[in-house]
């Protein structure tokens, strides 16, 4: 499975991983996101009928919570903590500031980042605190934010 | 012999560089020729210091607080093996105030040894509890958590001896034991610094508890947005099991218990236990109803114990020393220690573990310093986005449970989030209906409907539309979501609004605020 591809062999694999056990889903749909960024419509099928489900049941799960997306994502995610203790540390303009650098407002994606937000990454002494991929940053000023964005794109 | 440098592998540390501290500490050494033993340990919680970096100079430990890579060269060229003096030198460890004040019961191993290594941890008494145990018995231990009087450290304050001993009077072939690790208060991070700096702890915490109510089986449920957890978490649980702490006949006692560990999925409502239930059957964390009792009928059906990962970390030293002795700290009906942290905008940000009875000035006075934009407090946020905004008029009220409950707040589990006079605070109550909307698991319509009426009741507040009549019916929202939603998220949503109706009405005047 590489960027955006879904691919049948692999799921079923990592199902296998979770001795296909249905109560293991919220497991397996992470373990997929970690593999593919996404839940496909295909992968909730093959979930479905594997784990021996209903779609809905699938669909409900996947839709439930935020870790779970139905389109597949940028490059990168960039999540920026929307909660109190990094509010108190100017997180609202540290959003807004971002929404700019980035071209790309709250919610959304371009090919190269998707920015979404997140409520704390237990950072909360050293706010305000983003989310790169899966790496915690704190303390993050806008110049700060403006280095770590440049860092990414050159890692490109 | 090589002298032993300590840089915290500690999510808040890492997040202000110091995997990059350690890198260039290891690359400076071989440079120098410098033979140095370098641990990652646990953070001490004086997150302010991060990246805090000590030096083992013959026992005493030598603090260099802020460290960032590019000061690494210098701190040599300073002598800092030997504890040389440097701008970035703190002193020793055992004179810092703000660590040597607190009453360290549940944490004392964190920031003290390499959180991994399970010798260190059998030195520090690690496993005697489990050990001791398995000497007096089940019901002993359970008397023992029940005289201690502690409480879930979670938020909802229930004794967990009462708890325990519901769960070992059910009787069934299968009972489990789920730990809530999923820390999604704004403002709280003590559960991550015990995971992160004593995992180990919390392992032999849920081995008593399974051993005490009859459980063979532990969940640890953990919250997605801890990755570096999750990895320290899972090799803590590798290592035990490898050295016969976890699995069959635990040491040859004929005890029984391993751990799976799993993974939430950035739901606030899955920090509710009966949510974190449903979500750990890998079903939506939709709330059940209760009766019945997750300690009657919990996961799967079985008698489970849920407690959260400090209340099951405190454990252990309560039974090796006593419940008595946890009881002797703190005041009234809260007694011994919790673990208080202190969020946003604070000038020495960080853990406080103290017994209950101290007042919130003291803690972010004397342990916080005070902003750190230098600005005054306006208000502090207590609990997490479910607990109360207070104004500096109540920065005396006792941190007991009883005394928070009775001016309309809440203890919860210990987050303080600290404001100067910037915020807006129609701002932040529109923040918490906002908030209830996002994470509602939408089964009970208080909460699930409430929620978006709320936002726009205080919009409209705000943009001076029948301002008044908009207040009252603010005010019966309010009674609406607190009498009747399931659980605590629509329930107690309604505790920042009112406290921002009741002590900063005045920001609704304005859409500006204090600017107005």
Redesign the interface.
């Known amino acids: 499975m590489t960027a955006n591809g879904y691919n049948k062999e692999a799921l079923s694999q990592i199902i296998g991983d979770f001795d296909a056990?249905?109560?293991?889903?919220?497991?397996i749909?992470?373990a997929l996101t970690k593999r593919i960024g996404w839940v496909p419509e295909d992968a909730v099928r093959q979930l479905a009928d594997e784990l021996n489900l209903s779609r809905a049941?699938v669909h409900?799960?996947v839709s439930?919570?935020?870790?779970?997306r139905t389109t597949p994502p940028g490059k990168h995610i960039v999540r920026i903590c929307q909660?109190?203790?990094?509010?108190?540390?100017g997180s609202r303009e540290l959003t807004t500031h971002a929404e700019q650098m980035l071209g790309v407002p709250m919610h959304d994606s371009n090919d190269d980042v998707s920015l979404e937000p997140?409520?704390?990454?237990?950072?909360?002494?050293?706010?305000p605190?983003v989310?790169i991929d899966?790496?915690?940053?704190?303390?993050v000023s806008t110049q700060r934010f403006d280095e770590l964005v440049d860092a990414l794109r050159e890692g490109n | 012999m090589a002298t032993k440098v300590f840089v915290p592998r500690e999510t808040s540390a890492v997040s202000v560089g110091a995997d990059n501290v350690a890198v260039a500490i290891a690359r400076e050494a071989k440079k120098s020729g410098e033979s140095i033993e370098l641990v990652r340990n646990g953070s001490w919680g004086a997150t302010w210091l991060e990246p805090m970096v000590e030096v083992d100079v013959g026992g005493v430990r030598i603090v260099y607080g802020n460290v960032s890579e590019d000061d690494v060269a210098g701190l040599f060229a300073s002598g800092f093996l030997a504890g040389g003096e440097h701008a970035k030198r703190v002193g020793p460890l055992m004179e810092i105030p703000y660590l040597i004040k607190q009453d360290r019961w549940t944490f004392f191993r964190c920031g003290l040894i390499d959180p991994l290594s399970i010798d260190e941890f059998r030195k520090t008494q690690g496993f005697n509890a489990i050990e001791k145990a398995f000497e007096i018995g089940a019901e002993a231990v359970i008397e023992s958590v029940t005289a201690s009087g502690l409480r879930g450290r979670g938020g909802a304050g229930f004794p967990a001896g009462i708890k325990w001993r519901t769960a070992a009077d059910t009787h069934s072939d299968q009972k489990y034991i789920a730990c809530n690790a999923d820390e999604g208060d704004s403002g709280t991070f003590s559960d991550r610094l015990l995971m992160e700096g004593d995992p180990l702890c919390l392992i032999e915490g849920m081995m008593i508890a399974g051993f005490a109510v009859g459980a063979s089986k532990g969940y640890i449920y953990l919250r997605s947005e801890y990755p570096l957890t999750h990895s320290i978490l899972e090799r803590a649980i590798a290592k035990a099991r490898e050295s016969g702490w976890l699995g069959e006949d635990i040491q040859g006692s004929g005890f029984d218990f391993d751990i799976e560990l799993h993974l939430g999925a950035g739901s606030y409502v899955c920090g509710e236990e009966t949510a974190m239930l449903e979500s750990l059957e890998g079903r939506r964390g939709v709330v059940r109803a209760k009766p019945p009792l997750p300690a009657i009928s919990g996961l799967f059906g079985a008698p489970t114990v849920v407690n959260n990962v400090v209340t099951l970390a405190s454990v252990p030293n309560i039974v090796n020393l006593g419940g008595a002795r946890y009881a002797s700290f703190g005041v009234e009906r809260s007694k011994g220690t919790l673990a208080f942290q202190l969020a946003g905008n604070i000038k020495r940000g960080g853990m406080v573990e103290k017994a209950f009875g101290l007042t919130l000035r003291e803690l972010i006075e004397d342990w916080g310093g005070g902003t750190a934009s230098g600005r005054p407090v306006k208000a502090v946020q207590v609990g997490g986005p479910l607990g109360a905004y207070l104004p500096i008029e109540q920065l005396d009220t006792v941190l007991d449970y009883e005394a928070f409950s009775a001016i309309g707040a809440m203890i919860g589990h210990g987050g303080i989030v600290v404001f100067d006079d910037t915020v807006n605070m129609a701002e932040q109550a529109r923040f918490a209906m906002e908030f209830c909307a996002i994470e509602s698991c939408g089964k009970c319509t208080p909460c699930r409907i409430g929620s978006t009426r709320g936002v726009e009741v205080i919009d409209r507040m705000v943009a001076d539309v029948d301002r008044e009549a908009n207040y009252d019916l603010l005010v019966e929202l309010c009674n609406t979501m607190e009498d009747a939603s399931l659980c605590a998220m629509g329930g107690m949503t309604p505790y920042p609004v009112r406290s921002v109706l009741k002590y900063f009405a005045e920001d609704f005047a304005s859409p500006r605020g204090i600017e107005a």
């Open positions: 056990r249905p109560e293991m889903l919220v497991q749909l992470q049941d409900g799960v439930f919570y935020h870790d779970f909660a109190e203790a990094c509010q108190a540390m997140i409520y704390c990454l237990g950072n909360c002494a050293c706010s605190a989310m899966q790496k915690t940053y704190g303390r």
